[in-house]
């Protein structure tokens, strides 16, 4: 039985620090100290919901807790109080904590190993009461170095340290004696990086539309990063080309994990979707089969189950998740074409939403774009699709933005079948993102 401040502890000092908008901590401190002013014990076997409104505390409180509670469930700070008593209740919590303090209290404390401790995580859905996916510490790190790196890292991502894709960048940061650059919820873009760069950051994640977002913001300059990852979305061949032009200096690479199935691979050479080889190596570490067009995995980091209700099993027979990702091949490579739940249905024919936002976004006026259905008497659903251009301020006029739609619906019709094109094109200034980072779609 091994926990999460053992393994950063048990070989020497302890490194690493975290740093938000209110100040940093370096993780040393809680050698002699806690975050829960001498009450640690109370949560000895406990399930413990961690409700706070700011990323730092639930870093800190993950630290002490692993190894002590028997359940941590992290709360992301966007639950209605209705889902956040749902969450409670289905996770059987006996305590529910909106805050600690905001730095480590000098006491003398041992820490000592007692639980296995189930770490809770929630689905990252737009609608409804999320799921609660239940993992252990090394489900969720098995696979992650636990040793200072070979030269100094600082980590950082746009996500969410409670979402999947955001957790395990925590937890690299924190194995590997690094500091770790948090952000805040509502944090505008520029300052954020502005942290980062203040920092030293040589490694920093996000979604896709995180990366699409700082790009438009005219801020990715502030940062000079080594390492730039994307996961959590699609990643086209046009964000991926734009980061490269961006940092041209940087190693970009994408990642497909989900909070289920956890991370089934990392791509490096600077390709949308991933080579065909990955798929049926058998007796590996990680295996992955396409079903039916929808990508399947297998490994020692998928979740255990879900907590609460009469819920599915999440490993069908044979151990394998289904990642409800629809793939394709082409060229020896696989190529992500959607969710299996968000095919847009035009008079019997399918449509993949990113695979028409893939050819949007390709124009180099185009920032980002969404694709969605519309309801059509005759077809039952039509293609609409609502764009951002890269700099909307330059297009002064009508007639200006005529052209680039026509260019962009040019563009479809080339590409992609006539059902595919979408009926109706607008411009907008923004496109919302999820608390995950993701576009908002509907029905999601």
């Known amino acids: 039985m091994s926990s999460l401040w053992e393994s950063i502890s048990s070989s020497g000092p302890v490194a690493g ?4 908008r209110s100040g940093s901590i370096a993780l040393q401190d809680l050698g002699t100290g806690s975050v829960f002013g001498g009450k640690l014990e109370s949560f000895r076997g406990r399930s413990v919901l961690l409700a706070m409104r700011e990323q730092l505390g639930t870093a800190l409180a993950l630290l002490e807790l692993d190894g002590v509670a028997r359940r941590v469930v992290l709360c992301t ?20 904590l909106d805050s600690v303090a905001q730095r480590p209290v000098h006491e003398s404390l041992k820490r000592r190993v007692t ?6 995580l929630l689905t990252s859905g737009t609608t409804g009461v999320p799921k609660l996916v239940v993992h252990s510490f090394d489900s969720l790190a098995g696979a992650l170095p636990r040793h200072p790196a070979s030269k100094p890292m600082v980590w950082s991502t746009f996500y969410d340290i409670r979402r999947y894709g955001g957790l395990q960048i925590y937890l690299r940061a924190v194995l590997c004696g690094s500091p770790l650059v948090l952000s805040s919820a509502g944090e505008p873009t520029g300052e954020f990086l502005a942290r980062a760069r203040a920092a030293g950051v040589t490694h920093i994640s996000g979604t896709p539309s995180h990366w699409r977002r700082a790009l438009m913001s005219g801020d990715t300059a502030l940062i000079s990063p080594e390492y730039v990852r994307l996961s959590g979305e699609v990643a086209d061949q046009t964000v991926l080309d734009n980061l490269r032009a961006a940092y041209p200096q940087a190693r970009i690479a994408h990642a497909f994990a989900s909070t289920e199935a956890g991370v089934a691979f990392d791509v490096n050479d600077g390709l949308a979707g991933f080579p065909e080889e990955l798929i049926g190596n058998s007796g590996g570490a990680i295996e992955m089969k396409v079903q039916d067009g929808t990508l399947w995995i297998r490994s020692q980091r998928n979740a255990t189950r879900y907590l609460g209700g009469a819920q599915a099993p999440i490993a069908a027979d044979g151990g394998y998740v289904d990642t409800g990702d629809l793939v394709e091949l082409a060229n020896g490579r696989f190529y992500f074409r959607g969710r299996r739940g968000g095919i847009i249905n035009v008079g019997g024919l399918k449509v993949y939403p990113e695979e028409v936002e893939s050819v949007l976004n390709a124009d180099p006026r185009v920032r980002m774009s969404l694709v969605k259905a519309r309801r059509n008497p005759l077809t039952g659903s039509l293609v609409v699709a609502e764009v951002v251009l890269t700099d909307r301020e330059s297009v002064a006029d009508a007639a200006t933005f005529d ?5 962009l619906l040019s563009a479809c019709r080339r590409t992609l079948a006539a059902h595919k094109v979408p009926a109706q094109l607008r411009f907008v200034p923004a496109l919302e993102l999820s608390s995950a980072g993701k576009l908002v779609r509907p029905g999601a």
Not at 17 to 20: L, Q
Not at 115 to 120: N, P
Not at 403 to 407: A, L, P, V
């Open 77 to 96: 700070p966007d639950l209605t109080p209705e889902q956040l008593a749902l969450v409670s209740a289905s996770a059987e919590a006996d305590i529910v």
């Open 17 to 20: 620090a975290f740093h938000d």
């Open 115 to 120: 639980e296995t401790t189930e770490w809770v």
């Open 403 to 407: 052209k680039i739609k026509s260019d």
